[in-house]
């Protein structure tokens, strides 16, 4: 398994930006799919994008256009750059790392989450 700790959560008013990253440790990084997910109150939760080792991204339908993820090898670093946002995305947000390369491997980690709070 990997340790992966979450940070950049925090309130924004709707329209604003924030950054969230996700440090991870303990294994090769470079050789993992990663993925962001969220949870709101009340709701189950869901895939917001995820990166291939490869650099291969996808999104949630709700996201694209807003969000991107990327990562950098070299610091074993994710990162989610929201814009654009909206009351919708208030969530707690977590990183999570696949056991192989792509999203067919299943998650075996997670981090503590961080919360991320739109104003409107």
């Known amino acids: 398994q990997v340790q992966l700790v979450e940070s950049g959560g925090g309130l924004v008013q709707a329209g604003g930006s924030l950054r969230l990253s996700c440090a991870a440790s303990?294994?090769?990084?470079?050789?993992?799919?990663m993925g962001w997910y969220r949870q709101a109150p009340g709701k189950q939760r869901e895939l917001v994008a995820r990166?291939?080792?490869?650099?291969?991204?996808n999104y949630a339908d709700s996201v694209k256009g807003r969000f991107t993820i990327s990562r950098d090898n070299a610091k074993s670093t994710v990162y989610l750059q929201m814009n654009s946002l909206e009351p919708e995305d208030t969530a707690v947000y977590y990183c999570?790392?696949?056991?192989?390369?792509?999203?067919?491997?299943?998650?075996?980690?997670w981090g503590q989450g961080t919360q991320v709070t739109v104003s409107s």
């Open positions: 999570a790392a696949y056991s192989g390369p792509t999203r067919d491997f299943p998650i075996d980690s």
């Open positions: 303990g294994r090769r990084f470079s050789i993992n799919a």
């Open positions: 990166i291939s080792s490869g650099g291969n991204t």
